[in-house]
T-cell receptor, first 113, second 114 residues
Framework: SQKIEQNSEALNIQEGKTATLTCNYTNYSPAYLQWYRQDPGRGPVFLLLIRENEKEKRKERLKVTFDTTLKQSLFHITASQPADSATYLCALDENTGFQKLVFGTGTRLLVSP | EAQVTQNPRYLITVTGKKLTVTCSQNMNHEYMSWYRQDPGLGLRQIYYSMNVEVTDKGDVPEGYKVSRKEKRNFPLILESPSPNQTSLYFC?????????????FGEGSRLTVL
Protein backbone atom coordinates (compact mmCIF):
# COMPACT_ATOMS: atom_id res chain seq x y z
CA SER A 1 0.00 0.00 0.00
CA GLN A 2 1.04 3.60 -0.46
CA LYS A 3 2.37 5.39 2.58
CA ILE A 4 4.02 8.64 3.57
CA GLU A 5 5.69 8.53 6.95
CA GLN A 6 6.86 11.35 9.14
CA ASN A 7 8.01 10.94 12.70
CA SER A 8 4.93 11.38 14.84
CA GLU A 9 6.98 12.16 17.93
CA ALA A 10 7.82 15.78 18.51
CA LEU A 11 11.39 16.86 17.86
CA ASN A 12 12.85 18.96 20.68
CA ILE A 13 16.01 20.92 20.00
CA GLN A 14 17.86 23.88 21.42
CA GLU A 15 17.98 27.25 19.77
CA GLY A 16 20.88 27.58 17.36
CA LYS A 17 21.05 23.86 16.52
CA THR A 18 20.06 22.31 13.20
CA ALA A 19 16.71 20.56 13.08
CA THR A 20 16.39 17.62 10.69
CA LEU A 21 12.98 16.20 9.83
CA THR A 22 12.41 13.06 7.79
CA CYS A 23 9.79 12.11 5.24
CA ASN A 24 9.76 8.55 3.91
CA TYR A 25 7.39 7.19 1.32
CA THR A 26 6.56 3.82 -0.23
CA ASN A 27 4.87 2.85 -3.47
CA TYR A 28 4.87 6.36 -4.90
CA SER A 29 6.94 7.80 -7.75
CA PRO A 30 6.47 11.52 -7.16
CA ALA A 31 7.48 14.12 -9.72
CA TYR A 32 8.09 16.50 -6.81
CA LEU A 33 7.83 16.80 -3.09
CA GLN A 34 6.83 19.82 -1.01
CA TRP A 35 7.25 20.93 2.56
CA TYR A 36 4.72 23.02 4.49
CA ARG A 37 4.68 24.66 7.88
CA GLN A 38 1.53 24.58 10.00
CA ASP A 39 0.97 26.58 13.17
CA PRO A 40 -1.76 25.50 15.63
CA GLY A 41 -5.22 26.34 14.32
CA ARG A 42 -3.86 27.75 11.05
CA GLY A 43 -3.69 26.55 7.49
CA PRO A 44 -0.46 25.03 6.15
CA VAL A 45 1.95 27.44 4.50
CA PHE A 46 4.17 26.38 1.60
CA LEU A 47 7.92 26.43 2.24
CA LEU A 48 9.82 24.57 -0.47
CA LEU A 49 9.37 22.34 -3.47
CA ILE A 50 11.99 19.90 -4.76
CA ARG A 51 11.66 18.01 -8.03
CA GLU A 52 12.66 14.41 -8.69
CA ASN A 53 15.73 15.45 -10.69
CA GLU A 54 16.99 17.77 -7.92
CA LYS A 55 19.09 16.46 -5.08
CA GLU A 56 18.97 19.55 -2.88
CA LYS A 57 17.15 22.86 -2.58
CA ARG A 58 17.89 25.78 -0.27
CA LYS A 59 15.97 28.82 0.87
CA GLU A 60 17.54 31.01 3.55
CA ARG A 61 17.96 28.74 6.61
CA LEU A 62 16.00 25.89 5.04
CA LYS A 63 17.42 23.00 3.08
CA VAL A 64 15.59 20.07 1.54
CA THR A 65 17.08 16.94 0.04
CA PHE A 66 15.31 14.36 -2.07
CA ASP A 67 16.62 10.84 -2.59
CA THR A 68 14.39 8.92 -4.98
CA THR A 69 16.40 5.74 -4.47
CA LEU A 70 15.92 5.77 -0.72
CA LYS A 71 12.43 7.24 -1.19
CA GLN A 72 13.20 9.86 1.38
CA SER A 73 13.29 13.61 1.83
CA LEU A 74 15.13 15.41 4.62
CA PHE A 75 14.17 18.88 5.75
CA HIS A 76 16.79 20.91 7.62
CA ILE A 77 16.44 24.17 9.53
CA THR A 78 19.83 25.60 10.42
CA ALA A 79 20.40 28.03 13.30
CA SER A 80 16.93 27.18 14.58
CA GLN A 81 14.94 29.75 16.53
CA PRO A 82 11.95 29.42 18.90
CA ALA A 83 9.85 31.02 16.13
CA ASP A 84 10.54 27.91 14.03
CA SER A 85 8.42 25.86 16.44
CA ALA A 86 5.54 24.45 14.41
CA THR A 87 4.39 21.28 12.69
CA TYR A 88 6.07 20.53 9.39
CA LEU A 89 4.24 18.55 6.72
CA CYS A 90 5.69 16.85 3.71
CA ALA A 91 3.52 16.35 0.65
CA LEU A 92 4.23 14.51 -2.54
CA ASP A 93 2.73 14.64 -5.96
CA GLU A 94 1.07 11.39 -6.96
CA ASN A 95 2.32 11.97 -10.51
CA THR A 96 -1.02 11.00 -12.03
CA GLY A 97 -1.13 13.76 -14.63
CA PHE A 98 -2.74 16.49 -12.58
CA GLN A 99 -2.25 18.24 -9.28
CA LYS A 100 -2.80 15.66 -6.54
CA LEU A 101 -0.81 16.13 -3.37
CA VAL A 102 -0.77 13.52 -0.66
CA PHE A 103 0.28 14.69 2.78
CA GLY A 104 2.15 13.10 5.63
CA THR A 105 0.83 13.50 9.15
CA GLY A 106 3.54 15.98 10.06
CA THR A 107 6.26 16.30 12.67
CA ARG A 108 6.04 18.83 15.48
CA LEU A 109 9.23 20.79 16.08
CA LEU A 110 9.85 22.52 19.40
CA VAL A 111 12.82 24.87 19.63
CA SER A 112 13.73 25.92 23.16
CA PRO A 113 15.60 29.14 23.96
CA GLU B 1 -3.46 40.43 -0.78
CA ALA B 2 -3.53 36.92 -2.22
CA GLN B 3 -5.70 34.75 -0.04
CA VAL B 4 -8.13 31.89 0.35
CA THR B 5 -11.07 32.78 2.58
CA GLN B 6 -13.22 30.23 4.35
CA ASN B 7 -16.42 30.74 6.33
CA PRO B 8 -17.42 29.96 8.93
CA ARG B 9 -14.22 29.49 10.89
CA TYR B 10 -16.02 27.68 13.68
CA LEU B 11 -19.34 25.89 13.65
CA ILE B 12 -21.22 23.62 16.02
CA THR B 13 -24.22 21.90 14.52
CA VAL B 14 -26.44 18.88 15.07
CA THR B 15 -26.73 15.65 13.14
CA GLY B 16 -28.74 16.01 9.95
CA LYS B 17 -28.79 19.79 9.69
CA LYS B 18 -27.50 20.75 6.26
CA LEU B 19 -24.60 23.16 6.19
CA THR B 20 -22.31 24.82 3.68
CA VAL B 21 -18.73 25.93 4.20
CA THR B 22 -17.80 28.61 1.71
CA CYS B 23 -14.38 29.05 0.10
CA SER B 24 -13.25 31.91 -2.09
CA GLN B 25 -9.84 32.70 -3.64
CA ASN B 26 -8.68 35.91 -5.26
CA MET B 27 -5.71 34.56 -7.21
CA ASN B 28 -7.54 33.44 -10.35
CA HIS B 29 -6.48 29.85 -9.66
CA GLU B 30 -8.07 27.13 -11.74
CA TYR B 31 -7.51 24.31 -9.26
CA MET B 32 -9.25 24.20 -5.89
CA SER B 33 -9.65 21.44 -3.35
CA TRP B 34 -11.03 20.58 0.07
CA TYR B 35 -9.17 18.68 2.77
CA ARG B 36 -10.08 17.49 6.20
CA GLN B 37 -7.49 17.15 8.94
CA ASP B 38 -7.87 14.69 11.79
CA PRO B 39 -5.35 13.77 14.51
CA GLY B 40 -3.09 10.94 13.41
CA LEU B 41 -4.55 10.91 9.88
CA GLY B 42 -3.16 14.10 8.44
CA LEU B 43 -4.70 16.03 5.60
CA ARG B 44 -7.00 13.97 3.41
CA GLN B 45 -8.51 15.26 0.21
CA ILE B 46 -12.30 15.32 0.02
CA TYR B 47 -13.01 16.81 -3.41
CA TYR B 48 -11.14 18.82 -5.98
CA SER B 49 -11.97 20.96 -8.98
CA MET B 50 -9.73 21.56 -11.95
CA ASN B 51 -11.88 24.36 -13.35
CA VAL B 52 -15.40 25.75 -13.47
CA GLU B 53 -17.99 22.96 -13.63
CA VAL B 54 -15.23 20.31 -13.33
CA THR B 55 -15.15 18.51 -10.00
CA ASP B 56 -14.07 15.08 -8.88
CA LYS B 57 -13.83 12.95 -5.75
CA GLY B 58 -10.74 12.86 -3.62
CA ASP B 59 -9.89 10.18 -1.10
CA VAL B 60 -12.75 10.70 1.39
CA PRO B 61 -15.78 12.10 -0.48
CA GLU B 62 -18.57 10.23 1.31
CA GLY B 63 -21.09 12.57 2.90
CA TYR B 64 -19.90 15.66 1.05
CA LYS B 65 -20.85 17.57 -2.07
CA VAL B 66 -19.18 20.43 -3.89
CA SER B 67 -19.95 22.79 -6.73
CA ARG B 68 -17.83 25.09 -8.88
CA LYS B 69 -20.06 27.55 -10.66
CA GLU B 70 -17.52 30.37 -10.61
CA LYS B 71 -13.75 30.23 -10.74
CA ARG B 72 -13.22 31.94 -7.40
CA ASN B 73 -15.71 29.96 -5.27
CA PHE B 74 -15.74 26.31 -4.22
CA PRO B 75 -18.29 25.61 -1.46
CA LEU B 76 -18.33 22.38 0.52
CA ILE B 77 -21.79 21.07 1.31
CA LEU B 78 -22.70 18.61 4.05
CA GLU B 79 -26.26 17.55 3.21
CA SER B 80 -26.80 15.55 6.40
CA PRO B 81 -23.86 15.96 8.76
CA SER B 82 -22.92 13.15 11.11
CA PRO B 83 -20.60 13.14 14.14
CA ASN B 84 -17.82 11.44 12.13
CA GLN B 85 -17.61 14.60 10.05
CA THR B 86 -16.41 16.53 13.07
CA SER B 87 -13.06 17.76 11.83
CA LEU B 88 -10.90 20.69 10.76
CA TYR B 89 -11.54 21.55 7.12
CA PHE B 90 -9.22 23.36 4.76
CA CYS B 91 -9.84 24.79 1.34
CA UNK B 92 -6.84 25.20 -0.94
CA UNK B 93 -6.08 26.51 -4.39
CA UNK B 94 -3.19 26.45 -6.83
CA UNK B 95 -2.19 27.49 -10.31
CA UNK B 96 -1.34 23.86 -10.81
CA UNK B 97 1.47 21.66 -11.94
CA UNK B 98 2.80 24.05 -14.56
CA UNK B 99 3.89 26.46 -11.84
CA UNK B 100 5.35 25.41 -8.51
CA UNK B 101 2.28 23.42 -7.62
CA UNK B 102 2.26 25.33 -4.34
CA UNK B 103 -1.04 25.03 -2.53
CA UNK B 104 -2.49 28.13 -0.87
CA PHE B 105 -4.63 27.18 2.11
CA GLY B 106 -7.42 28.96 3.88
CA GLU B 107 -7.34 29.42 7.64
CA GLY B 108 -9.53 26.42 8.27
CA SER B 109 -13.08 25.74 9.44
CA ARG B 110 -13.50 23.77 12.63
CA LEU B 111 -16.74 21.84 12.50
CA THR B 112 -18.34 19.97 15.38
CA VAL B 113 -21.37 17.78 14.71
CA LEU B 114 -23.28 16.75 17.82
Amino acid sequence: SQKIEQNSEALNIQEGKTATLTCNYTNYSPAYLQWYRQDPGRGPVFLLLIRENEKEKRKERLKVTFDTTLKQSLFHITASQPADSATYLCALDENTGFQKLVFGTGTRLLVSP
Amino acid sequence: EAQVTQNPRYLITVTGKKLTVTCSQNMNHEYMSWYRQDPGLGLRQIYYSMNVEVTDKGDVPEGYKVSRKEKRNFPLILESPSPNQTSLYFCASTLGRANTGELFFGEGSRLTVL
